[in-house]
């Protein structure tokens, strides 16, 4: 059951179209990812679908309701990390989530928000005294105070250390788990793979692919690459039949095996056999980047403002 829906979206700034046509739609229990380079319209979409930016064209409907014209109701059923979240910083812990439960009719017990999400021991900390991990933590919990039935995620890890995101990357699971409907906005290729059931890859304003990440990486190029050096002699023959190679080159002391599918096992598999022993063994695999690039024609990164 899809629990947002958005059809033909139109977003201007003067005569620049932010957004131009957008079209999708958000099952009940996704992880939900709108991907894309900084200024490709990804916030602004949420932005429209979260009722803070009143759409040009086209229709929203979120749990069933209109943004725009139900956004008082709306408001007590969605959860919203924003782009650029900040608190106040001598509020303590536990006076912010106190704040933001008295914005809603029946909000979760912060307490026990704190306990879920790991700030039980900082419950009298100053927001300024919080660490970039605990500041994220802190506002998820901010962003499922209301009880929501979707949470929206903007730009959830943007600046945290690798450790801390990973880190992150859990806590968005177990929001899942708990039953909300996660939208998650990023620009980070390995957040939305290792995360999101569907993205939607947007481009300039637009969604230039919309599949699961596997599905969007796959689409790139079937052929994929195993490098390896040989340890002892071996004849090409060995390896050309097997099922998925493609073909068998050499560079120097490499050797390049192409194929499909689980080739790469079958290639080991019969070095094995052949008593050919090898070092720096590496395939190579399709990324989100990779994706990317094909969809566009130019690499993931930075574009004009939106």
Request: overall charge negative.
């Amino acid at each position: 059951m899809a629990v947002i829906e958005v059809n033909d979206l139109v977003k201007t700034y003067g005569r620049l179209p932010v957004v131009n046509e957008v079209s999708f739609s958000v099952e009940q229990g996704e992880i939900f990812g709108i991907l894309g380079p900084n200024g490709a319209g990804k916030t602004t979409t949420v932005e429209c679908a979260e009722g803070l930016r009143r759409p040009d064209s086209g229709s929203i409907r979120v749990l069933g309701l209109d943004p725009v014209r139900d956004g008082r109701e709306l408001s007590h059923q969605v959860g919203v990390q924003l782009q650029e979240s900040l608190l106040p910083e001598n509020i303590k812990v536990w006076e912010a989530l106190d704040l933001y439960a008295s914005f809603y009719r029946a909000p979760k017990d912060w307490r026990e928000l704190l306990e879920e999400w790991g700030l039980a021991d900082k419950r009298q900390a100053r927001f300024a005294t919080l660490s970039g991990g605990q500041k994220q933590r802190l506002f998820i919990a901010l962003a499922l105070v209301g009880d929501p039935k979707v949470a929206f995620l903007d730009e959830l890890t943007t600046g945290l250390d690798p450790a801390a995101r990973r880190v992150t990357w859990e806590l968005i699971k177990r929001i899942r788990t708990g039953g909300v409907t996660v939208v998650l906005v990023s620009h980070y290729m390995d957040e939305v793979e290792e995360l999101c059931d569907r993205v939607a890859v947007f481009d300039r304003g637009r969604i230039v692919a919309l599949d699961t990440p596997s599905n969007l990486i796959s689409a790139v190029d079937a052929d994929q690459h195993l490098r390896f050096r040989p340890l002892a002699p071996f004849d090409d023959a060995l390896l050309m039949g097997l099922p998925g190679v493609v073909s068998v080159t050499r560079s120097g002391d490499r050797v390049i095996v192409t194929g499909r599918g689980d080739f790469a096992g079958a290639v080991t598999s019969a070095l094995a056999r052949g008593h050919v022993p090898v070092a720096e063994l590496r395939v190579g695999r399709h990324t989100l980047d990779d994706a990317f690039v094909a969809l566009t024609g130019r690499a993931f990164g930075t574009q004009e403002t939106r």
